[in-house]
């Protein structure tokens, strides 16, 4: 549990916070779906955290952080929430950690009238807040099924209608690995419910680069499209354009895409309220040919 400072404004269930730590001597962030209910009477959050293999954080906040040990909080994000007018008919779709988000919203939401859960993970022992789960199965709450992806394999959706047979009916909120999610938005799409489906994304998508670019950002994986031959921040500067797109955080953030078919993109920044550059934005990812790097939502 974390003992929030003054300046912390709460939370909405579902949402998650960046964590800093200092580990040898190096502050790392990281950030971890808040797993806890807004109205704790002590006023503190909780988050869970899986210590991995070379996980330099999660493994700094299992194995060596003791209690009373200051940490960094941001403010909470995200909006892989609940709507203020609850759904008469929810589907929560999650596999692995994915299922972080969905416990905080459980356990915010107790009125919630008719909630189907599918959970993926390897062993039934793999499963995260199994016991929780199966109390809240126990009394009514939810209507769980578990697939062990060690025995069954992983989850077809094409059985999703023998698991759920009322899913296109429901309002949908999904959360696990890539893959999982793409296969779930695809499926949607197919059978013309894609409005029906939110989903949170731990690894976010790309910049790319070219006549068009599009910046995918946030856990929730949304998309701003920007024209790479629009200068909608002020023309050609040096043979590259550059395009300003506003964060729904504010950020300004600022892209420079290469002049027809020119070089790879240089990362964008955002930029502070004197519009200088700072630090890349914590919720961008940026491809240059290789792998992903910077930060990742709920990395080790």
């Known amino acids: 549990m974390i003992r929030p400072g003054r300046d912390w404004r709460g939370h909405t269930a579902g949402q998650y916070v960046r964590i800093g730590v200092d580990v040898d001597g190096v502050r790392l962030w990281r950030a971890y779906s808040l ?29 060596r952080t003791a209690p009373g040990t200051l940490v960094r909080l ?5 909006d892989f929430v609940l709507p203020p007018a609850r759904p008469a008919k929810v589907l929560f779709l999650t596999a692995g950690s994915g299922i972080t988000p969905v416990m905080g919203m459980l356990r915010e939401h107790a009125a919630l009238d008719d909630v189907v859960m599918v959970h993926s993970a390897p062993r039934p022992q793999d499963v995260i807040f199994r016991a929780e789960l199966h109390e809240l199965a126990g ?32 309002e949908t909120w999904a959360c696990g ?27 976010p998508g790309t910049v790319v680069a070219g006549d068009g670019g599009s910046v995918t950002f ?16 002020g023309g050609r500067r040096g043979g590259r354009s550059a395009d300003a797109l506003r964060l729904p955080d504010g950020h300004l953030l600022r ?10 993109p240089r990362p964008a ?27 990742t939502v709920g990395a080790p």
Do not use: C, N, Y
């Not at 920044?269 to 930060?295: C, F, N």
């Open 139 to 170: 009394a009514g709450r939810l209507r769980l099924t578990e697939v062990h992806t060690g025995t069954d394999g992983r989850l077809d959706l094409a059985r999703l209608g023998d698991l759920v047979p009322d899913w296109a009916e429901r």
């Open 35 to 63: 797993t806890s209910p807004t109205d704790r009477q002590d006023g503190r959050i909780t988050v869970t955290v899986k210590a991995v293999a070379d996980g330099r954080v999660s493994g700094h906040l299992v194995h």
């Open 269 to 295: 920044h955002r930029r502070d309220h004197r519009g200088r550059a700072g630090r890349p934005h914590p919720d961008l990812r940026v491809r240059r040919g290789g792998p992903v790097r910077d930060r």
């Open 255 to 264: 892209l420079r895409h290469a002049a027809e078919g020119g070089r790879r």
């Open 218 to 233: 946030g856990a929730t994986g949304r998309t701003v499209e920007a024209d790479a031959r629009d200068a909608a921040a």
């Open 74 to 78: 941001e403010q909470p994000a995200g």
């Open 177 to 203: 690995p890539m893959g999982l999610l793409d296969a779930v938005e695809r499926h949607w799409s197919e059978h013309g419910v894609r409005e029906r489906l939110r989903t949170e994304r731990f690894r």
